[in-house]
C-alpha cells in the first residue's frame, strides 16, 4: 500500500527545497477505505444541509494535515528513510519508521558529517483533521500519529454504514434498503457486546439479514440481486465444475479472462476498482436512481468477450492459461486441468435433460432459473445429436450436449444476476 | 408436448423474436452493393458531410503544469521560468530541454491575464511542438471543471459563487470534467448530450454515434444515446461471437443453434430490471455487431504507421473506424479513448518521460491519418484528464490540484496559440491559487471548451443548452463570437436546427 498509495519514504515538510507531504494516502484512505466524501446517516443516506446540500466530510486542509501524518516510513529493510526496495521480500516486511532523515549521511558519505543536512522525517507539530486534534509529541514519538489518525478515522460515524453498504453490495444485493444498512452500521457499531468493528458479526449481519434471506428482497423483486462481476463467474465456473488437475498443481496467468472480460484479480486501473459501488447502468435501469456497480464492466465489447471466453473454458475445455509465469519454468501437461464431465453423460439423453439441467441450475444459479429459460436450453439441446446404444449416449454426443447446457445457462439473466 | 412439437415451437419462437444473430447475409449483400474498396478520393472527402470528436482522456490527471511550460528568463519582464522552476523545485524541467513554442500568442481570457509571453514544451514532444507550430494544435491554458466563472481566491472563498462537488477528488473530477455538470453526480455525458441531439444524422441505427475504444464511459452516455465499445483490434474476425469448434459434427448448425438460443435468452422480457438490462446490453450489442463486422471488413489499407502502444492501438482503431464511416451510415461520429496511469504523487519525471512520448507518437500518428484520409479539417482530437495537479512538489511527485492545460488537434483548429489564461507561477501573491500547494481556480471552464467544439460539430446555438447545462453562466452566441475562438469556423455553417431536446438544468 505505501508503494501503491505512494507515502513509501514520504518525508516531512521541507521549506528550503519547496516540498510537501504527499497527500495521496490521506485522501484515498478517508474517500475510498473508510468515511467517504460525504457524511451519512447511521442507515447509509447522506446528511443534508439547509440548503439540501450534501455536507462534505473533509476538506483540503483535512487532507494536508493527515497527509502530514503518513510521514517518515520506509522499507522494513530499508537504511535510511529515502532508501530503495532491496528485494521482493522488503514487501513482506513491516515498514520502519524514520523520525530523522539521515539520508544525507548515506547518499554523500564522501563529505564530512558537519555538512550533511540531518532534518526531521516524520513531521512534527499537532495535526488537525476531521475537528479533532493529534497532539504535539517528540519527532521520536512520530509514529503513535499514525495511531491517533486511524482511530480517528475508525471511530467517524460514518465507517458503519460506508463498509456496511459496501458488504451488502458486494455479498448480496447492489440496492440495499436503508434499513438493511442501518441494521448492518448497527451491528458494525456494538455488535451486542460493546465492542465496535467486530467484522465477524458484521458479516453474519449481512447475510443473515431478512433481506438477504428472502428470495425477492422484501417483495423488491424489481431490483433484487447484483450482476455477477467477471471474475466471479469465472470462479463459478471453475469451483461449480470442480475443475482438477492430475498433478494437482494449478496455474494460471488468466491473461484471457483480462482481455476478455476486463477483469482479473489485482489489476484494477486505479484505486478505485473496475466499478464504483455508485455506478447506475443504462438501458432499463435508466432514470430509476438504482445503482448496479458491476454493470460498469459490461459494454459490447466485454459481452461477447464473456462469451467467447466461456466458448474457450467450457467448449473447448481451455480451462486455464498457463504460458510463461514464471521464467524459465516449462509446461507440465499434468499441470494443465480440465472438466471431468463424464458423470454427467447419463444425464444427456433426452429423456434425462430436466435432470441435467436441475444439476447445473443447483450448482451455478443456486436455482434461479426460470422455467421458460430452461425450456429454452432444453430445446437447444434436444435439437443436438445423441446417438444412444444401449441405454448409453454416445461421449462425444453426451460431452457436447452437457458442456452446452454449462454454457448456455451462464449466459442467462437468471444466472447472470445474483439473488 | 413430445418433443418434435417442441421443436417447432421452439423453432418459431426462435424465428419470431430474434432476426438479431442472423442478420449477417442480409447486410453483406446491402453492403456488397454499395461497391467502392479504397479511400473516396480526397476531393470527395473534402466535400463530405462529416466530422468527427475524438476525446483522448487521461485518466489519474496529467501533470499539465510539466506539459507547457513558461520559458521566460527575466527577457522584457518574463520571468515565466525562473517562477516556475522556484516553485515546482525539484519537479521542475530544466529550460534547455523544452521545446520552444513559435510566438504562442498567449493574450489571457475573461479579464484574466496570460502572464507570460514564452512558453515551451515537454522535451519528448515534438511532434505536438510541430503541430502547434504549424498552426494544427492549440493550448487551452488552466482549464477545468466550473459552474460559473470565479475569478479569484475572495470570490472562491465568498460562499457567493457554485463551486464544483469534490474538487480534487478523482471521481468526481473525472466524472465533472466528461458532463460538465459539476454540481451533480447524476449527469450525463457532453459527448451522449451531442449524440442524442444528433444521432439521428446518421442513417443507420445499430452502431452509435458514439464508439469508445474506453468501454463505459459518461462522456458518451447520453439520455438515449450510449457507447458502442470496440477492442482496437479492429478485424472481423475478432468481433462477435466465436462459433462453436470445427471438431464439432455440423459445427456451422449448432452454432446456429447456440445464437437462436442465446438470442431466446436475452429475448425474453423480465420483470428483475438488472436482468432486463444485461438482456437490453446483450440484444443491442448482438445487434451492433453483426452490422459493424460487415462494416469493417471494408477497412482500407493505409500508410500511416501507428505505434504499437495502447493509446497508438486505440487510435489506429479510430481511423480504422473512420475510414468506414459510409458503411456505417455515419455523418457525425464522437470516439472516446482512455491512456491512464497518470496520478504521479511519485516518480513524476521517470513517469512523464515514460507516457509522454507515447502521447505524442500516438497523436502524431492519428493526426497523420486524418490527412491522409482528406479529413483533417473535419477530425478534432482533444485531451482531457481528472485535473491539473499541485506545482508544489511532495517530493518527486505531485497532488491532485484543479484546473490544468489541454490541447486541441486538427485542421479546423486555429492552432499556433495557446487559449486561456496561464496562472502565475510564483505563488505569493497569486489570487488564483487556492492553496499553499498551488492549486489553481481555472481561468476557462469546459463548457467552454465543449461549447466551442460542439457548434463546430453542428450542435444548434439553440441546443448548447442541452449539451452544456451551465453554458449560459458563461456564453450565449452571437454570429462570429465564439466561446474561446480556436476553432476554425470558415466553411461551418452553424446550425439552425433546434432540436425538440429543451435545456437541462440541475
Known sequence: MAVYLTYMNNRATNVEKQTFPDENYAREIMQLFSIGLFQLNLDGTEKKDGAGKSIPTYNNDDIANLAKVFTGLSWGDSKYLGDFVKDYWSYTKKLKFYPIDSSDAYLRDWLPPSSWVIVNGHEVGPKTFLGSTIPTRSVQQGELDIKDALDILYNHPNVGPFIGRRLIQRLVTSNPSPAYIQRVATVFNNNGSGVRGDLKAVVRAVLLDPEARDCCNNGDTQFAGAFKEPFIRYTNLVKGLNLTASGGVFRNV?????????????????????????????????????????????????????????????????????????????????????????????????????????????????????????????GALLQMPISVTNGVPNADDASRRVRLAIYLIMVTPDYLINK | MNRRDFIKQSGCAAMGTTTLLSTLTSLGAVNGALGHKNFPSKEAAAAEDYKALVCVLFSGGLDSYNLLVPTGTNDGGDNGYNEYANTRGDLALTNGSLLPLTNPQCTGFRNLPCNYGAFGIHPLMPSMRDLFNTGKLAFMANVGTLVEPIMNLSEFKSGLKKIPDGIYSHSDQIMQWQTSVPQSRRALGVGGRIADLLNSGNSNSQVSMNISLGGKNIFQTGESVTEYSIGNNVSPSTVGLETLPAWWSSSGLMTDLRNAAIDSLVGQTYANLLQQTFAGSARSAIDAYTFFKEAIKKVPAMTTQFPTTSLGADLAAVAKVISVRSYLGAKRQIFFVNYGGWDMHDNLAGGLNQRLPVVNNALKAFYDSTVEMGLADKITTFTISDFGRTVTSNGLGSDHGWGGNSMVIGGSVKGGKIYGAFPRMNLTDNTQTISFRGNFIPAVSTDELYAEMALWYGVSPADLCYVLPNIDNFYSYTPGNYPIGFMNFNGTTISTDNKPQSCLTY
Do not use: C
Not at chain 1, 486501473?269 to 432499463?284: K, L
Not at chain 1, 507440465?332 to 429423456?351: H, S, V, W
Open chain 1, 254 to 378: 488468466m491473461r484471457r479472462a483480462y482481455d476478455k472480460m476486463g477483469q482479473i484479480p489485482m489489476y484494477s486501473p486505479s484505486v478505485f476498482n473496475f466499478f464504483a459501488p455508485d455506478y447506475m447502468p443504462d438501458g432499463a435501469m435508466k432514470g430509476t436512481g438504482k445503482y448496479g456497480p458491476e454493470f460498469q464492466t459490461l459494454n459490447s465489447q466485454t459481452l461477447t468477450g464473456y462469451l467467447n471466453a466461456l466458448n474457450s473454458w467450457i467448449i473447448v475445455d481451455d480451462v486455464i492459461e498457463y504460458t510463461t509465469y514464471f521464467s524459465g519454468e516449462t509446461y507440465k501437461p499434468q499441470q494443465e486441468p480440465g472438466f471431468i464431465l463424464t458423470a454427467d453423460y447419463p444425464l444427456t439423453r433426452n429423456d434425462r435433460l430436466p435432470q441435467l439441467l436441475d444439476k447445473y441450475n443447483l450448482i451455478l444459479a443456486h436455482g434461479r432459473l426460470s422455467q421458460k429459460t430452461l425450456d429454452i436450453i432444453k
